[in-house]
């Protein structure tokens, strides 16, 4: 398969949509980020890479890194997890209070807002340098060693973050979290923080592809069924209130971020990243799942 020429061939046929979409704003420092951008890259398990556009331009990861932070905490905590967070699909927006205040300061799962901040408060609680710590993994699962936060766009985040506040507030009224509500908050903005580039991403998301290869970075280690089931999350709770749309369209596991990324992977095939800071209005990029539905179509890997 020639990866490259079938790259640049989705991303003709895309063009269209370029202008579709804006990019996130209540992050202030994401405002600033130039819209009209994009980049993909492809790898897959035998070592084949192809990479198109602004695919070695690093970005906000965002929520992507809730799926970091998840292999961690399940690492740490096995199945004990699931006590404080479950796995269903909330079918509500990434920072939705509704289900959070009816189910008991329980979240629906660890991938919108309210799931991930309980995953942060467990890793405060269970890492002894919990930034650093949590660096080292990204690094280790992504063999590069110059990954880093962008503390500007924690900090504006943090001056913005109402309803993030209001979701960490909730969760300590129904104890489901130990630590204190700041620094749980920081953490939380803090790996949301990450910049990397699709190049970066895809190499990193390799190892949830290829689930059956040992899972031992940095002292976190997950066996394949555990890998299978975070992938099994991607599938069914990776795009919030449009992860239906996205498992009809393209058919994929995958995680998006506010940052415009989108990652996805095909299992025992290939993980694939792509970006463009303009997003629809459940927050998901407009020109990535454009992307990502051609790129299944025409290579008929979906996992349907
Ligand atoms: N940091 C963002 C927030 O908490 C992450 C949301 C996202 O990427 N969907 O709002």
Known sequence: MDYNRLLENIYQAILPYAQEGKQASYIPELAKVNPDQFGMCIHTIYGEVAAIEQADTRFSIQSISKVFALAMCLSIKGDDLWTKVGKEPSGTAFNSLVQL???HGIPRNPFINAGA????????THLENPEADFLRFVREVSCNDSIDYNKEVALSERKEGYLNAAIVNLLKYHGTIENDIEDVLHFYFMMCSIEMSCRELSQAFLV???HRRRFDYAGITLTSSQVKRINAIMQT???YDEAGEFAYLVGLPGKSGVGG????????Q???????PRLNSKGNSVMGIKALELLTTETQSSIF
Do not use: R
């Not at 990324?261 to 025992?268: N, R, S």
């Not at 290939?270 to 463009?276: F, L």
């Open 237 to 239: 709770c990776g795009f």
């Open 270 to 276: 290939y993980s694939v990243a792509v970006w463009c």
């Open 117 to 124: 901040i309980v995953i942060a408060d467990l890793l405060l």
């Open 208 to 210: 949830f592809a290829n």
């Open 261 to 268: 990324g989108i990652v996805a992977i095909y299992p025992l």
């Open 101 to 103: 205040e009816v189910e």
